[in-house]
């Protein structure tokens, strides 16, 4: 929301410290924004979120996800009573500290709500968040225009203490790992039970959270699969982030600030909520059929992020088009998130999802901010403010990604498949140590 905040623009409104966040705020220039909109929050996300995992590992993960909610609400209403740069500041970088801890618990949660063949759906609904908020982020130069942004941003915090309360009552935590493999050996102990020494014995002791951080990162490294969608998804953030931080420079060019401000909520919202409910949907109903389903999804979004991310940055017809060609992006390119969690969620041990999944937010967030910061300075020193110089760069910024991050998505299919059909082995394998021991006991009654 800082964005609308900051390049609010309305006929008799340019010059009021009401509508105008920058006028507010003494000392608030462009180059103190972009470190305010992006490395000020993301920074702090980014390397909380690597921490983060571990807890919701070993806590409440509905108190964790409810709580952060409140808290980082609080920093909406903080910043409406900001003052100055510092205070602003503290805000932002408060935010980042609370998000950080909603990720890791809201998607463990989802790979223990939902069976494997209904995650990518789950998954994908819960990505629609990341949509809805930035197509309501949009929708606020409205009533920052009706309010003024303090009012705004005192409101937003309102709904979001509220919401987070309802998510403290309602939610549920879910058993941990209930539908997770479990290895032959385990399973031949509860059968057979021949053991029962071993099985009177205390349990191990627990692992320290710092241990299990340290195995966690460890096994979403190690493991193949979601090291190469780790790669991908770092490719994808840095298109993404180009998209998020500089279209609206690429489109001011157009001089139609309200329509586009309107347009980019409808893509976000409409483009975003299609393609991420099509991805869930067609990977979940086509898995047993094709164990690359996921993969596929995936590495088809980002290969045709390539033309799409061309015809945006490089044609420069009219507006309608440039808008169309967005519309198309997060039509047709962005529900690959969802199938990429439901990979991490399948392979990874039940103990390090939290961590896995903090460890793949703070890699993408790293790559976005690098993009965001490194665009910022090549923009600069080309003195790219002309719509064809501009294009082409943020052309390069997204094309190139999305077919890095086709390749990594093929090769991260490649090993998905390889754990399937071993999870597949041993779920036989279970079921032929099960039926023996039935057998060997219904002769030992008779």
């Known amino acids: 929301m800082i964005g609308p905040a900051y390049y609010f623009s309305a006929d008799g409104k340019d010059d009021d410290p009401k509508y105008e966040i920058s006028l507010a705020i003494p000392d608030f220039t462009d180059a103190k924004y972009g470190l305010l909109a992006g490395p000020t929050f993301t920074l702090v996300y980014a390397t909380l979120i690597l921490f983060t995992g571990t807890l919701s590992d070993n806590y409440s993960r509905r108190f964790i996800f409810s709580i952060s909610a409140i808290l980082w609400s609080f920093t909406s209403i903080g910043t409406a009573f900001s003052h100055s740069l510092v205070f602003l500041s503290l805000n932002r970088m408060l935010l980042g500290v609370f998000e950080a801890f909603a990720p890791p618990a809201a998607y463990s949660m989802i790979a223990d ?7 990518t759906t789950a998954n994908a609904v819960l990505s629609l968040g990341i949509f809805v908020g930035a197509g309501l982020a949009s929708i606020t130069t409205i009533m920052i225009g009706w309010l003024g942004w303090r009012d705004t941003y005192f409101i937003v915090g309102c709904f979001g203490i509220v919401f987070g309360i309802i998510a403290m009552i309602f939610v549920k935590d879910p058993v941990r790992g209930r539908f997770d493999p479990k290895k032959v050996e385990e399973i031949k102990v509860l059968v057979t039970d021949e053991d029962e020494e071993q099985l009177d014995q205390p349990p191990p002791p627990k692992e320290s959270l710092f241990k299990k951080y340290i ?5 979403l490294i190690r493991n ?13 953030f840095w298109q993404g982030y180009t998209i998020s931080y500089f279209c609206i420079k690429y489109f001011a060019i157009y001089k139609k600030p309200a329509e586009y401000g309107i347009a980019n909520a409808l893509c976000v919202l409409i483009g975003g909520f299609i393609s991420n409910m099509f991805a869930g949907y067609i990977s979940d109903k086509y898995e047993k059929v094709n164990y690359r389903t996921k993969s596929w999804v995936a590495v088809g979004m980002s290969a045709i992020g390539v033309p799409v991310s061309l015809a945006l940055f490089l044609v420069n017809a009219s507006f309608g088009f440039s808008i169309t060609m967005l519309f198309l992006d997060y039509l047709l390119c962005e529900g690959w998130i969802s199938p990429s969690y439901a990979m991490i969620q399948a392979v990874i041990d039940v103990k390090y999802k939290g961590v896995a999944i903090g460890v793949f937010s703070f890699g993408t967030t790293i790559s976005g901010t690098l993009a965001a910061v490194i665009l910022g300075l090549v923009i600069t020193a080309e003195d790219a403010e002309e719509q064809q110089g501009l294009g082409e760069i943020l052309a390069i910024s997204t094309a190139i990604p999305c077919f890095l991050a086709s390749l990594c998505f093929y090769r991260a299919g490649t090993f998905y498949v390889e754990f399937k059909k071993s999870f597949e082995e041993e779920k036989v394998k279970a079921m032929s140590i099960a039926v023996s021991h039935h057998v060997e006991l219904r002769s030992e009654s008779i």
């Open 215 to 219: 195995n966690g990162l460890g096994a």
């Open 224 to 236: 193949d699969c979601t090291f190469w969608i780790l790669m991908g998804g770092m490719c994808r």
């Open 113 to 119: 709500y939902f069976p494997p063949e209904k995650r």
